[in-house]
C-alpha cells in the first residue's frame, strides 16, 4: 500500500515525486512574478509620489529618481526572466510552466 499524504491537493499527490517538485518550482516562478511585478507598481509610484513632494529639494529629487531607476531595474529582470522561459519552452519544445511528464 502507497503512502498518502492527505495535505497535498489531489492533483499532486497523484503525481511522482519529480512531476510534484517541477510543479512546486513552475508555481514558485509564477509567484514570484506577480509579486516582483506588484512591487514594480508599488516602487514606481512611491517613487513618483517621493519626486512630487521633494519641493525641489535636489537629495530628494535624486533618491526618487533612484526609486523609479530600480523599479524600471527590476521591471527588466522580470520581462528577462519571463523571455528566459519563452526561449527554453521554443528550443526545447516543452511547457515549463505547465510541466507534463511522458508517461509508459
Known sequence: MAIQNNAL????????????????????????VIVGSLAFLLYLVWGGIQWLMSGGDKTKVEEAKAKISNAIMGLAVLVISYAVVLFIEAVFKINIL?????TV
Open 98 to 102: 505547465k510541466p507534463e511528464f511522458p
Open 9 to 32: 491537493p489531489a492533483a499532486i499527490a497523484s503525481k511522482s515525486p519529480g512531476e510534484g517538485l517541477a510543479f512546486y518550482i513552475a508555481q514558485l516562478w509564477k509567484t514570484i
